[in-house]
């Protein structure tokens, strides 16, 4: 439903010491196991989960079918439209996109972005801080939501990728507040 477009330098200096320190792990401390490896599903919905419960508001379940339409849509607006955003204004689905530009963001980072709206986010009157998008956070957190499903498609080219999370129910119902 609502647009990003997160390019930020900050972002990417965030971003490439969180790549390598994924490339370079330090040795398990005295024979404890490593944690187990994750993928990237449990990473989108761990993430979200995460906010979901700094608001006291339940979990959501990864749904098989939502990711399989993320993942047509996100192919598809890479082959066709050169990784810009979906239009998902007739989406039965709410809808979260991210473009990130000059490298891959992994799928906590992409829902991370999303939350950082918070700070701009007023519960009180449920409205935004000017020229800011809390849509991509109230999405996250939106009680009413149960399912999640995302994907991710990068452009090879220039080292973008475009990220897209569906929602059942979708949320962010005008003049209701997320939870
Ligand atoms: C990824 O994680 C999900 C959720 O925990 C799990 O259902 C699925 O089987 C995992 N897939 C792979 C390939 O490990
Ligand atoms: C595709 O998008 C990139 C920026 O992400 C731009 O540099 C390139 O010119 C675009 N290509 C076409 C065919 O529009
Ligand atoms: C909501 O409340 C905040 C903090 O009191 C205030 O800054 C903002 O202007 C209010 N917004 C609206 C739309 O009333």
Not at 21 to 39: K, L, M, Y
Not at 51 to 67: D, I, N, T, Y
Not at 91 to 115: D, H
Request: proline share 8%.
């Amino acid at each position: 439903m609502l647009k990003v477009l997160f390019a930020f330098t900050s972002c990417l200096l965030l971003l490439t010491c969180q790549c390598s320190a994924q490339a370079a792990p330090p040795p398990p401390a005295g024979g404890t196991t490593p944690p187990p490896p994750s993928n990237d599903s449990t990473e989108y919905l761990e993430a979200h989960n995460q906010a979901r419960a700094e608001v006291g508001v339940g979990p959501l379940q990864w749904s098989q079918a939502l990711a399989k339409s993320a993942s047509l849509l996100v192919r598809l607006q890479r082959d066709k439209h050169n990784c810009s955003f979906a239009n998902l204004a007739n989406s039965k689905y709410g809808g979260n996109q991210l473009w990130a530009g000059g490298f891959r963001v992994t799928p906590r980072a992409a829902v991370e972005t999303w939350v950082a709206e918070k700070k701009f986010y007023n519960y009180e009157n449920n409205s935004c801080a000017p020229d800011h998008r809390c849509g991509v956070y109230t999405q996250v957190v939106w009680k009413q939501s149960a399912e999640l499903g995302c994907a991710q498609a990068g452009c090879a080219k220039d080292q973008s990728s475009l990220t897209i999370c569906f929602y059942n129910p979708p949320g962010n119902i005008v003049g209701e507040k997320p939870y």
